[in-house]
Each structure stands twice: as structure tokens, then as C-alpha cells.
């Protein structure tokens, strides 16, 4: 019924859905045969023969009760089904997630994570909860109807299956037409919600520079383009489902039309003709009731797709004969990566970074630094070449036995809601409270803590939204020095940190890099000439290697980019 | 009711709607009775075929009118309420155009796109459909029920039953739900916020390879939600399956053949007359569900509604009754006459301060973070009004001057930058319309940005659309380009401008240099070596100005200024980065 959720929901879930379904099917057909005795209960009634109505009506009593048995416990068996469902596919993405490459989770991957793992979980529950039953019942039911009336009146009969296929020709005339109306309209919605994002994020520069007028905006443009498509929408909505009700609407009148004019003729009783109609009209109901519900399955049919996509992301496969690394050092061998195919962001990177050393990466934005640090923690697998740590490929490495060598401190820092001193224990879960007391003052976590009501027990609030960006790099820098890996990736912050920040930052890199092996993307004049070798990436090759001297002796690309940081740090304001 | 304001646009369409509807719901009945009465002159006897005919053909007449009328109501709310979506955004557009420009930095533009983009469709549902399937839910069960009635109200009565004890039944659980739905509302907050944290944290807990427990706390927190959603569906199950059995189509017929039969037996009715209520009571109760989907879509309007509203709520800026304007060859001087400004009107962001901005001449503002630097430099681009005292330029009162005339003695350039959905050419010369090309050329080269527009495909005629190729320091460069072409003679900035791309910081403050030339300059201080040539240095300490004057008479003075820059030399010693 759902395109991919046997796949996403296991066999066992898809198993029972079947079965449920199967049910369900059981109880329309018999709920139809419940309809059907009208016509002989209406019989028996109008030729006084009361015991035989009697026992009509309590056939239809028992079909009552059996229907109302059966809708308790498949709709029960529906939620149950809806939640373990849910609780495989919770368990799955949440293993699947856990497995996929550090780099996969970037700003964007997130956002969407959040709502597919909670929103788009509950929207596949409705399937068996809610969605099966009217879909299967809106078949069955009626076309059990339909075929029992040929048993009464063929003709009639087959006037109502006439219409049949009338109807489901308009119905699908109407959704294709639908489907390009609503196309038209998404995209113009598109268009509309980035001026208005634009209009939000922008204001300021719109009115300091006019740009508010309304009927110049461009905003106001895609509004009333907006408008325009939303009205073709409604248009073409309204005729496709004008046309499907005129169809039903004929086919209702033709049956009415014919019955009397057979009643009138003898050819079928009054009883006949009355339940006839009656019948006709629960056959079209549930046609109607069809159209509100698919829009409801294709939500919860995208969000199936998406997590069958999600579920087919390759996880980074860990090796089946993991080997130990033999010491600290770096080595790129040629190592080439690229996001897309045809645009690499590094290609050929050869160094070596030997164990307690530092290597800082300098280079212009693009260049593809961060992305050459990232490599070493296999947030990507590099496409050709080796990145190697002790001699040994990282791809060789158990993933936790790798992530134990590396301290990671990057721009973007996530704190965990919990406590300060919770997040610093991150580093190390085994450490003692003493130990996680010196990381924090090694870091100056410290200050922060003795200006919080609670000191290190202090909760950091979502994300560590109530600390400031410069407080929450201590933190995690804190959490490093506790974690002590003996090689450390950082990326240096470009972001103004006010001083008292910029001190205490800088204090706890000192602690936490001595005597580490330190592969630095670099901003700081100082981290850079204090580096034992630079590398100057430009478009994703080393440009040039060496020490600082050496490369500002050797008067090329380094030296100009040297010299113009310089200038920048010698700028003064009204000069 | 925040609906009932936000509809009045269309009100008269949708009442005019809902009287149309109301003869479709008449209209739908009618085929109902017509069948009704032609199964019981054919079962009775006695009649007429032109009688028969005539009934046969009112019942076709009335399909058509249903049909015809039916279309032309939904036609109405539906056109109805494309205009009202467009004539809400509008409305909320212009307000947003006139509310202070600092509310755009607390709100966030998700918000606005929000209000704007969802909860106006959101309100779809109520003008299109709420109320005119309001009206057919009531209509057409009181139009079948009064011809049952007619027939006999005993029977009517009778067939009523199950729908009372239905009813009941729901309100009785209504209470319950309500209890029920605000804990399912709280796990599901619950499942969301783990959601967010497993997806944002697990990077972090990668790296500290902690991966099982950052999963397992996710599933546990997620089957918990789960549970406690079943036991919520469980308990609502039982009452629920009887009520949809009481209302179902199947039961009434039922019901009404053993009542029918039961009645006929005893001589209360004639057998024909179980006819009319055999094609009509199964249909009283289906309306009731189409009232509870009606009063929850009202529910979730309302508050879309409400939503909107707090837009169009947003106090705006005062617009002044007399604009002032500047005199005709005005001193750029800008005075902040005991200005004082807080956000939430309990805690003083700003206390009491009093400045005066020479003419031509950089004041710069340094302090700790939080000590309201950004605040104070924003006040003066009114992104806000300040709470207390005056802002003048020129000697004219910010307060009484017109939006446009303002912006065109002040620009202004902070960090977040957001270039406009138009080519580069037009991006530049918004602060001068009309500006030439070899001019937008020339400001472009002043902010060193010449260079990298002439790489782009279609050069100063390139679109910058939502994904526009510029790094931060390149669109950063465009807006200074801007504000160089703007000349405007006041000039608000952040220094963090220049550093937010270290690889073209030095081409950026090339860029500040040429726009603060001779201009009466305000700029918040990150660095303090970058500012020792400002005319006045303003030390700010919580909303306070501590101290005032040039670099040399503070450092003389040996207050809070003189310790920071003895701070940075300590440091730089420290680390050897005297930059010489």
C-alpha cells in the first residue's frame, strides 16, 4: 500500500500490516453482505410475512455486532502494530544514524534528522491506524454491494458499474491536472518564502535603502504570484472534483430514473427499488471520503522515502581485521577527496606530520583546509590515496580506537544539555571529580563556573544556548584536556571573541596541545609562525611546505599571504 | 476571537456562502424524501405514474440545484480565501516594514516566514471549508430529522436514541482527552527535543566515541513516547469503537428495521412508513464527525490566527506628526542626550548615557560583552527607540525625523550581511539609485570587491539569488561598496566586520578606511590597536560610559581603559605577537 514500508518496518511489521489488513477486508466484505439484506428484510416486511423480517433483522443485528467486534479489535491490533512499527524504525535509524560518517552531519542533514526521527515517525504510525481501514473498507464494502445487486436487478447493476469506470477516468484526469496545479503552486511558494526570508533577514538594508515600498517590492511581486497560482489551483481543483461528483451525481439519477420507470413496469417491487437506492447511495459515499485521506498518505508516504533513503546512506565500514596504530605521527599519501564528482576539493595532498609535532594550514577560504583535517578523523574516507596515523591507514583503524587517538576541537561547539561538568566529563567518563576540576581550570572553565548558580553543576541549557560562544569553546576545550589524546585536530576560531575570552581560550590551547601532535587550521599570526612546518593549501593542493622562515625567504604565495595578514594586523581605523 | 478579525475582509462572501449552502443542504435531502415517498406510494398502492414522475423529477431537480449550489459555495470561500492570504501577508508585510528593525533580531526570519507563509494557509481550512460545512452539518440532519418528524415523531425519536447515547458518551470523553492530549503533547515535545539532540550531538559523541549511549538514550526516550502514546490510544479505544459503532451506517439500519418492525407490530405506524427513515437515519449521524473535524480545524486556525496577530501586533515605531527635516547645510554632530534603553523593561541595557559624536570624527566603543556597546550603536539606526532621554544628528531629534530622511544621513554596516535578491549592479547602487555604472565600478573597486564580481559569469549583472556564490567576507565587501556609493555622512559599524574573513580581512578594512573618510564615524571595537586613532575612545561598563576621551589622556588617566591595553600588551609579550 505504501511503497517502501515493508523495507523501512521489517518483514515481521509487514507480516502483521498484511494480516490486519486481511481483517479488515474480511469485515467490509461482511458489513456489504449486511447492506444487501434490506432488500429481503424490505420483502418480507411489505408481504406481511413478519417472523421472515424478523429474521432478517436479526441476521442484520448479527452482522451489526460482528462488525462492531471486529472494528474494536483491528483497530486496536491497528495502533498496536502503528507503535511497534514505530519502535523498529526508531531503533533502526537510530543504529543506522549512529554508523553514518561524521561528515554527513552538517547544518542542514541535522534540521531535517530532528523532524524525520519525530514528526515523520508519527506520521507512518497513522498508516495502520488510521489510513488502511477507510482505504480497504471504501473498496470492499461497495464492490461487495455492487455484485449482489446484479443478483437482484443486472440492469440496474450494471448502469452503477457503467459508471464505474467514467468516474475513475474523471478522478484521474482531475489528479493529473491537480498534480501540475499543485506544482505550479508549490513553486511559486518556493519563490515567495525566500523573499520573505529575505525580507526578514534583510530588513534592515531594505528600509535604510527604500525598498519598502509596496508596490515596487519584489515581495509584494511574488505574493500576488502566489495568489495567482493558488486561485488556478483552487480552479482547477474545483473543476476536477466538480467533474467527479457531476459523474456520480448522473449516475445516481440515471439509477433513479431507471428503478422507477422498472418499478412502474412491474419489473422490480417497491422494496426492491427502495433498498436499491439506499444502497446506492453508501456505495458512493466512501468515494468521497477517499480523496481527504490521500493527502494524508502521501505525507506519510514521503517521509517513508526519506527514511529508506536515510536507512540506504552506506554507514563507514569498519574494518574486519582492525589493526593497532604504532605511534602518533601523520602521514597524507596522495590523498585526494571530493564532495561531488566533479568539483575535488583536495587532490594529491602528500605530508608528514611526525609525532609531537605542529603543522598549521593556512591557505584562502575554499582551499579545502578544513577539509584536509577532517580526513584525519574520517569524517570522510578519502576517495584515493591514504591518510595513515602510526603507519597505519585509518580505514584499517576500529573507529573507536581511532576516535581514542584524536582530540577534535572545531569552530561549532555542541554542548550536550546537562551540566557544565557533565559536558567536560565527556572527555573521559571515567574520570574523578578532581580530574575534571583541573581540566576546567586549565581551560578557565573555571570563571565561567564561579559566575553560575551552581557552579559546574550549572545546566548549559540546550545546545549550551546560555553560555556565549567563546564559553562554550573553553568547555570544550576542557573536555579535550580531560580526554588527553595524543594528537589533537583544531580548527581556529575566526569568529571576534571579546578579550577576557580570547585569553583564556588561548591559555587552554597552550595546555591542552603541549606535546601533542597538533595539525592546526590557522588564523592566528602567531599559531602560524610558531608552526614546525606550514602547509599553504591553494584550490586543494600544497602550494608550498615549510617552515615559517623558509617560506617567507622563499618569496612566493606564503610570503604574500604573510605579508597581507600583517598589514591587516598593523590596520588601524582613520589612519 | 483573533479569527473573527483576521476574516472580516470576507465576511459577506462567507455568509453569502453559507446561505448557498444551506440550500444545497435542503437540496440534498430532497432526493432522499423523493425515494422515501416513491417506496411508499408504490408499496401502498393507489397512485398515479405522472405522480410518481413529477416526484421522480424534483428528486433530479433538486440533485441539480444541490450540485450547481454546492460548486458556487465552495467557489466563493475558496476564491475568498486566496485573496484573504494575499491580502494577510500584505497586511503583515507593511506592518513588519514599520516595526523596529532590532525586532527582526530577536524574532528570526523562520518566524516571519512562519506567520507569513503557514499560518495564513493554515487559516485555509476554516474559510474554505469550516464554515460552510458547519452550516451542511447542521442543515441537512434538521431538514431530514423534521420529515422524520412528520412521518412520526415517535419513530424520529426513537431513531434519535442512539445518537443521544452517542453524544453523551463523547462529551464525557472529551474531558478526558483533553487531559490525555496535553500529556501526549508533552512526550511529544519530549521525543522532539531528543530528536534534535541525538541529530546535533552526535557528531560531538562521535569523536568521544561514546556512539551506544548517545543512540540508546535516543530509542529509550523515543519508546517511551511510544508508550505512553499507546496507553493514551488504549484507553480511548473502547469508548470510541462504541461511539463509531452507535454512529455507524450499519447499526442505524438495524436499529431502525427492528424499531420499524417493532412499531408496525404493534399498530403505532404503517409498514410503508419504515421506508422514509430505511434511506434517511442511517445519514443523521454522519454530520456529527464532520462537525468534530470542522471544530478541530477551527482550533488549529485559531491559533494560526493567533500567531498572525502577534505579527500584526508588533508595536511599529512611532511614525512622527510634524517630520522634522535637517537644515540646509547641516553639522553632522550627533548627540545622545541621556539615552537609556532596555529590551524586556525591567533590566537598563543602557543607563543614562551622554555622547556627543564630533563632526567628521571617529568615536569608538569598547567594553566587555555585555556592556551594551552593540545596543548603543544600534540605537542610532533606530533599531530601537531608546526607552529614556534623546538622539540627535544634526540637532534634529531621530524621533521626529522620516524613515527615509534618517537613512539618508545614516548607513550602517554590521556583521550579518545579507545581499538582495538582485543583480550585483543593483545590489550596489540601492543607496544611490541612478548611480552609473562607472560608478558602482568604482565603489566596487574602493571595497575591493571589483575583481571578484568581473570572475562571476554574467559579471556586475549577476543575480544574487538564495544561494549566491559569495563567501561572507565577498558579500560583506558588496555591502561596503554599497554604503561607499550611499556617502552617507553618518557611519555605523562593527570592526568584527573586518575579521569575519580572515583571508580577505585586510582587503576589507581597505574598504572601511575609504568609507570612514571624513564621515562622523561610530564603531564598536573588538580589537583595541585597531582604534588608537579614534578621536574618542568610549569605555562602556554595564550601560554605563566609564570613561571617555583619546587613546593617550586614558591611558594617562590609568583607569579600566589603561588595564585592558596593558592586558593586550601582556598577552601579546606573552606570546610574542607584537606585531612588528
Known amino acids: ?575 | 476571537m483573533g479569527v473573527a478579525r483576521l476574516i472580516r475582509p470576507v465576511r459577506a462572501q462567507i455568509y453569502f456562502a453559507c446561505v448557498v449552502q444551506a440550500i444545497a443542504a435542503v437540496a440534498a435531502v430532497i432526493p432522499f424524501i423523493a425515494v422515501a415517498e416513491i417506496g411508499r406510494l408504490l408499496v401502498v398502492g393507489g397512485y398515479e405514474p405522472a405522480q410518481i414522475w413529477l416526484i421522480a423529477g424534483i428528486a433530479a431537480v433538486a440533485l441539480l440545484v444541490r450540485l450547481g449550489a454546492v460548486t458556487g459555495a465552495a467557489a466563493v470561500t475558496h476564491i475568498a480565501d486566496v485573496h484573504l492570504q494575499l491580502h494577510l501577508r500584505r497586511e503583515m508585510a507593511a506592518h513588519l516594514g514599520k516595526a523596529p528593525l532590532g525586532w527582526f533580531l530577536d524574532i528570526g526570519s523562520g518566524r516571519v516566514k512562519k506567520a507569513l507563509q503557514d499560518d495564513v494557509h493554515e487559516m485555509h481550512h476554516l474559510v474554505g471549508h469550516s464554515y460552510t460545512n458547519r452550516v451542511a452539518a447542521i442543515v441537512t440532519p434538521l431538514v431530514a430529522f423534521g420529515y422524520l418528524m412528520y412521518v412520526s415523531w415517535v419513530f424520529a425519536l426513537i431513531c434519535l436514541l442512539p445518537i443521544i447515547v452517542g453524544m453523551l458518551a463523547m462529551s464525557t470523553m472529551m474531558g478526558d482527552q483533553a487531559k490525555q492530549m496535553d500529556l501526549y503533547n508533552r512526550a511529544l515535545a519530549d521525543v522532539n527535543a531528543a530528536s534534535v539532540e541525538f541529530a546535533q550531538g552526535i557528531a560531538v559523541i562521535k569523536t568521544f566515541g561514546l556512539v551506544e549511549g548517545a543512540h540508546t538514550r535516543f530509542i529509550s526516550r523515543a519508546k517511551s513516547f511510544l508508550d505512553q502514546f499507546y496507553a493514551m490510544v488504549r484507553g480511548a479505544l473502547g469508548p470510541m469503537s462504541i461511539i463509531d459503532l452507535l454512529f455507524s451506517p450499519i447499526f442505524s439500519l438495524s436499529w431502525v428495521l427492528a424499531a420499524g418492525l417493532a412499531l408496525a407490530g404493534w399498530g403505532v405506524i404503517a409498514a410503508a412508513d419504515i421506508l422514509p427513515f430505511a434511506v434517511l437515519a442511517p445519514g443523521l449521524a454522519g454530520p456529527f464527525f464532520i462537525l468534530a473535524s470542522a471544530n478541530h480545524q477551527a482550533t488549529l486556525a485559531d491559533q494560526a490566527a493567533r500567531r498572525i496577530l502577534d505579527i500584526l501586533e508588533t508595536p511599529t515605531l512611532p511614525a512622527p506628526e510634524q517630520p522634522q527635516r535637517f537644515p540646509d547645510s547641516p553639522e553632522w554632530s550627533v548627540q545622545f542626550d541621556g539615552v537609556s534603553f532596555s529590551y524586556d523593561g525591567e533590566k537598563k541595557v543602557l543607563d543614562g548615557v551622554d555622547l556627543e559624536l564630533p563632526a567628521g570624527g571617529i568615536t569608538a566603543l569598547v567594553g566587555p560583552s555585555g556592556s551594551g556597546k552593540s545596543t548603543l550603536a544600534r540605537l542610532l539606526p533606530r533599531f530601537w527607540d531608546c526607552t529614556e532621554g534623546e538622539i540627535r544628528i544634526a540637532g534634529a531629534p531621530i524621533r521626529n525625523l522620516e524613515t527615509a530622511d534618517l537613512f539618508s544621513a545614516v548607513s550602517f554596516v554590521f556583521q550579518e550581511t545579507r545581499l538582495l535578491q538582485m543583480t550585483i549592479a543593483e545590489n550596489i547602487a540601492l543607496g544611490r539609485p541612478g548611480a552609473s555604472l562607472a560608478e558602482i565600478e568604482r565603489a566596487a573597486r574602493a571595497a575591493q570587491i571589483h575583481e571578484r564580481i568581473c570572475e562571476l559569469p554574467d559579471g556586475y549583472q549577476t543575480e544574487m539569488g538564495p544561494d549566491a556564490q559569495f563567501s561572507g567576507g565577498e558579500a560583506q565587501r558588496v555591502a561596503l561598496a554599497r554604503a561607499l556609493l550611499a556617502d552617507r555622512p553618518v557611519v555605523v559599524l562593527d570592526e568584527a566586520t573586518a575579521f569575519a574573513d580572515p583571508e580577505c580581512e585586510y582587503e576589507i578594512q581597505k574598504a572601511l578606511s575609504e568609507l570612514v573618510r571624513g564621515k562622523t564615524v561610530l564603531v564598536i571595537a573588538h580589537r583595541l590597536r585597531t582604534i588608537v586613532n579614534a578621536d574618542q575612545i568610549v569605555v562602556l561598563d554595564q550601560g554605563r560610559i566609564r570613561e571617555i576621551g583619546p587613546h593617550d589622556d586614558l591611558i594617562a588617566a590609568d583607569g579600566l581603559y589603561a588595564k585592558m591595553w596593558s592586558a593586550l600588551r601582556q598577552e601579546e609579550g606573552a606570546l610574542g605577537e607584537a606585531a612588528e
Not at chain 1, 560518517?101 to 524525520?116: I, K, N
Not at chain 1, 585526494?336 to 587532490?347: C, E, G, K, Q, T
Open chain 1, 1 to 575: 500500500m505504501i511503497a517502501g514500508l515493508p523495507e523501512v518496518a521489517g518483514p515481521e511489521v509487514a507480516r502483521d500490516l498484511r494480516r490486519n489488513g486481511a481483517a479488515i477486508a474480511v469485515e467490509a466484505v461482511v458489513v456489504g453482505l449486511g447492506f444487501i439484506l434490506l432488500v429481503p428484510a424490505l420483502r418480507h416486511l411489505f408481504s406481511g410475512e413478519v417472523t421472515e423480517a424478523w429474521a432478517m433483522v436479526g441476521a442484520l443485528a448479527l452482522v451489526t455486532a460482528f462488525y462492531g467486534v471486529m472494528r474494536f479489535f483491528s483497530q486496536v491490533r491497528g495502533y498496536k502494530i502503528g507503535v511497534n512499527m514505530a519502535g523498529v524504525i526508531f531503533e533502526r535509524l537510530g543504529r543506522h544514524i549512529a554508523q553514518l560518517p561524521l561528515g554527513w552531519f552538517d547544518v542542514s542533514q541535522t534540521g531535517r534528522l530532528g523532524r524525520l526521527t519525530s514528526q515523520g515517525v508519527i506520521e507512518v504510525i497513522t498508516v495502520p491506524a488510521h489510513l488502511m481501514r477507510p482505504l480497504i473498507v471504501g473498496i470492499f464494502t461497495p464492490a461487495t454491494v455492487a455484485i449482489c445487486m446484479a443478483f437482484f436487478d443486472w440492469r440496474l447493476a450494471l448502469t452503477a458499474l457503467a459508471f464505474a469506470p467514467i468516474a475513475y477516468v474523471t478522478h484521474r484526469w482531475a489528479a493529473a491536472n491537480l498534480q501540475r496545479a499543485d506544482k505550479a503552486h508549490d513553486l511559486a511558494a518556493v519563490v515567495a518564502a525566500n523573499r520573505i526570508l529575505e525580507f526578514a533577514q534583510a530588513q534592515s538594508v531594505m528600509r535604510a535603502y527604500g525598498q519598502l515600498d509596496r508596490e515596487s517590492t519584489a515581495l509584494d511581486a511574488a505574493l500576488a504570484t502566489e495568489r495567482d497560482a493558488a486561485r488556478s489551483h483552487v480552479l482547477t481543483m474545483g473543476l476536477g472534483l466538480s467533474g467527479f461528483v457531476i459523474v456520480i451525481q448522473v449516475a445516481f439519477t440515471a439509477i433513479l430514473l431507471l428503478g422507477v420507470s422498472f418499478a412502474l413496469n412491474g419489473r422490480i417491487d417497491a422494496p426492491e427499488l427502495v433498498a436499491l437506492l439506499v444502497l446506492t447511495v453508501r456505495l458512493v459515499e466512501p468515494m468521497f471520503s477517499s480523496a481527504e485521506i490521500g493527502s494524508v498518505l502521501r505525507m506519510a508516504t514521503n517521509s517513508v522515502a526519506k527514511m529508506d533513503a536515510l536507512l540506504s546512506t552506506p554507514v563507514l565500514p569498519e574494518p574486519k581485521d582492525p589493526k593497532p596504530a604504532e605511534g602518533d605521527d601523520i602521514a597524507f599519501d596522495q590523498v585526494s577527496f571530493a564532495y561531488a564528482a566533479d568539483r575535488p576539493v583536495l587532490s594529491g595532498v602528500s605530508f608528514e606530520a611526525p609525532a609531537r609535532s605542529m603543522t598549521a594550514v593556512v591557505g584562502p577560504s575554499g582551499s579545502g583546509k578544513t577539509t584536509l583535517l577532517r580526513l584525519i578523523a574520517r569524517f570522510w574516507d578519502a576517495d584515493g590515496g591514504a591518510v595513515r596515523i602510526g603507519g597505519v591507514d585509518v580505514r584499517e583503524r576500529r573507529a573507536a580506537d581511532l576516535m581514542a587517538q584524536l582530540s577534535i576541537v572545531f569552530q561549532d561547539v555542541y554542548l550536550l544539555e546537562g551540566d557544565i561538568a557533565e559536558n567536560i566529563r565527556l572527555g573521559r567518563p571515567s574520570a574523578s571529580d578532581a580530574e575534571v576540576a583541573e581540566a576546567a581550570r586549565l581551560a578557565q572553565v573555571d570563571e565561567i563556573a564561579a559566575r553560575l548558580p551552581g557552579g559546574l553543576g550549572a545546566p548549559v541549557g540546550e545546545g549550551g544556548a546560555i553560555l556565549s560562544g567563546g564559553e562554550r569553546q573553553r568547555i570544550s576545550i576542557a573536555r579535550a584536556i580531560l580526554k588527553d589524546a595524543p594528537i589533537v585536530l583544531l580548527d581556529e576560531a575566526t569568529s571576534a571573541l571579546d578579550p577576557i575570552n580570547e585569553a583564556a581560550v588561548q591559555s587552554g590551547l597552550q595546555s591542552l596541545t603541549r606535546n601533542k601532535t597538533l595539525v592546526v587550521v590557522a588564523h592566528r599570526l602567531h599559531t602560524i609562525r610558531t608552526a614546525d612546518q606550514i602547509l599553504f593549501l591553494e584550490r586543494g593542493v600544497i602550494a608550498e611546505r615549510g617552515s615559517h622562515d623558509d617560506l617567507v625567504a622563499l618569496g612566493g604565495r606564503y610570503a604574500a599571504f604573510w605579508d597581507n595578514r600583517l598589514r591587516a594586523s598593523q590596520w588601524r581605523l582613520g589612519a
